[in-house]
């Protein structure tokens, strides 16, 4: 597997994920960003590590840093809310506003049926996400994401159960139709870095949501 590099320096990469790759090793197996990890040295000794979680089905910005230190700092910067990211999703559906903020605390829950998945809970962590509608067409839309905190499954839920508009191929907290994958794209990255210039990464519309008649524009 060959990855598109959107940032490199000596102390940071980002590369364009493809969707259906997971960060770690499937209990059923298979391949996973470790195998990839040697390959994404790119001259360097150390194994590059990834400082943020995308999901399996989510393609696009991945942060990965190539030292201890730059990690940690990196990892910081998440935590403090210090780093823009912007996604894409196609929704089921035409919301009625333009844009919108959806404020909706998260939690975790797991039963032996279903698994784990993220619900609304009043206790829950706090979850905030803004929103905008860039276009739409034969039902569904384009709808760009940024959100403030970085909860698991956050806008997945958010986009379900705020937007009241699932993404298209969510299979947990949608009905999986529309299409073969969840369709959200991280199409955007920034993070200060203080003297040095910031690291600004972009990844162009995956071929999925082309084929779906949405475009760059």
């Known amino acids: ?20 790759l997971p960060l770690d090793r499937p209990r059923a197996g298979g391949p996973a960003l ?18 943020h979680r995308l999901d399996r089905d989510t393609s696009g910005c991945l942060l990965l ?5 730059a990690l940690k ?55 905030i996400t803004h929103w905008r509608r860039l276009a739409s067409r034969n039902g569904v839309s384009l709808i760009e994401f940024r959100p403030e ?21 969510d299979p947990v907290y949608g009905s999986k ?4 994958r969840t369709l959200l794209h991280a199409a955007g990255l920034t993070i200060a870095r203080g003297e040095k210039p910031p690291i600004v990464a972009v990844s162009p519309l995956p071929a999925d949501f082309l084929a779906l008649g949405f475009s760059e524009d």
């Open 73 to 127: 700092r990196f990892s910081a910067a998440f935590e403090e809310r210090q780093v823009e990211k912007r996604y894409l999703g196609i929704v089921d559906g035409v919301p009625e506003e333009e844009e919108g903020t959806i404020a909706l605390s998260l939690s975790k829950v797991s039963t032996e049926k279903d698994g784990w998945r993220m619900i609304l809970a009043r206790k829950g962590k706090p979850a």
């Open 1 to 20: 597997m060959k990855f598109d590099i959107l940032f490199e320096d000596g102390e940071a990469l980002v590369i364009d994920k493809p969707a259906g």
């Open 34 to 51: 470790e195998d990839y990890l040697e390959q994404l040295t790119l001259g360097f000794q150390r194994l590059p590590q990834p400082v």
């Open 177 to 180: 139709k529309g299409a073969p």
């Open 149 to 169: 905190t970085g909860r698991t499954h956050q806008i997945r839920v958010h986009a379900a159960s705020g937007l009241g508009m699932p993404l298209l191929g």
């Open 65 to 69: 840093a190539r030292n201890p230190k």
